[in-house]
């Protein structure tokens, strides 16, 4: 549960396990009706997917409960569905942090011009506050490395503690992929890294792993026991590396596919779309 505290008197009371709010403010109560608004609306998608789950969870069928589990995940992290009820309340509360709140779970890199038009559609004021500061330089990451952008170059140490530049790849093709050992999503897509790199790694491709790990001896164990045997890199600062702010990265996995000359070609490919985009290039 989220507080918004203000001057003056906020009190809460615990009570047997449970939190009961016995003054708040007016921006608490936004956060509690957004909050409201939006199970309501998200009720609707999640409920017949968790029912499919309960009933093939019976079966035991791994492959099934694994695409429910994706299916399910999309619902969650679909921002179109989720803006029926964010846009609307981010252009009605402008002065309300919470609104600043709500722009964080909503913001998307490819939708980009609409998060800049919700941004500057709050308040002067909360557009000062340090999370509106870095919205804006999500932005300015995200469009310098858009597709058909020259990608940023970076250096970082890899599990030996070598210096690794992105630029000493320069003339291959690379894909640059975000991840971590804490990663579900991360570590379930690595078979299919692994088999993108061991197919193409004899025609001018490779890959770099830049992990958000903040734990170097996790990162070490995931990387060899994912059998991840390209360049692995990482600034063991979690959310808070330089390369990942650089390239704007709010989920993992992220990746991006970059040619010869530097250039950004493609990104987000999983599964099927990298082998296909990978054969399409190579």
């Not at 921006?27 to 609707?44: A, E, G, P, R, S």
């Not at 969870?57 to 492959?63: H, L, M, N």
């Amino acid at each position: 549960m989220k507080f918004y505290c203000t001057p003056g008197n906020n009190i809460i009371d615990l009570k047997n396990n449970s939190l009961v709010l016995q003054q708040t403010n007016h921006y608490q109560n936004d956060y509690n009706n957004y909050i409201n608004i939006l199970n309501n609306h998200v009720k609707i998608y999640i409920d017949p997917v968790l029912k499919k789950y309960e009933e093939v969870a019976k079966t035991k069928d791994s492959v099934q409960i694994k695409k429910i589990g994706m299916e399910y995940q999309q619902i969650i992290s679909d921002s179109f569905e989720a803006a029926k009820v964010d846009y609307p309340f981010i252009i009605n509360h402008p002065n309300s942090p919470v609104s600043l709140y709500v722009l964080t779970l909503v913001y998307n890199n490819n939708h980009l011009d609409k998060i800049e038009y919700l941004l500057n559609s709050l308040s002067p004021q909360i557009q000062k506050l340090p999370t509106a500061v870095n919205i804006k330089n999500l932005i300015q990451s995200a469009r310098t490395n858009a597709i058909g952008k020259i990608a940023t170059n970076f250096t970082l140490k890899d599990t030996s503690n070598n210096q690794v530049s992105l630029s000493d790849y320069k003339g291959k093709y690379v894909l640059v992929d975000f991840w971590a050992s804490w990663c579900a999503p991360c570590r379930a897509e690595n078979p299919n890294v692994v088999s993108a790199y061991n197919k193409f790694k004899s025609k001018n491709f490779t890959i770099i792993s830049v992990s958000l790990d903040d734990n170097r001896k996790n990162w070490l164990n995931a990387v060899k026991n994912d059998h991840l045997d390209w360049a692995q890199l990482s600034e063991l600062k979690g959310w808070d590396g330089k390369v990942s702010h650089d390239y704007a990265v709010t989920s993992i996995p992220t990746n991006y596919l970059i040619d010869p000359s530097g250039k950004i070609i493609a990104k987000n490919l999983r599964g099927a779309e990298l082998d296909e985009a990978l054969t399409k290039y190579l």
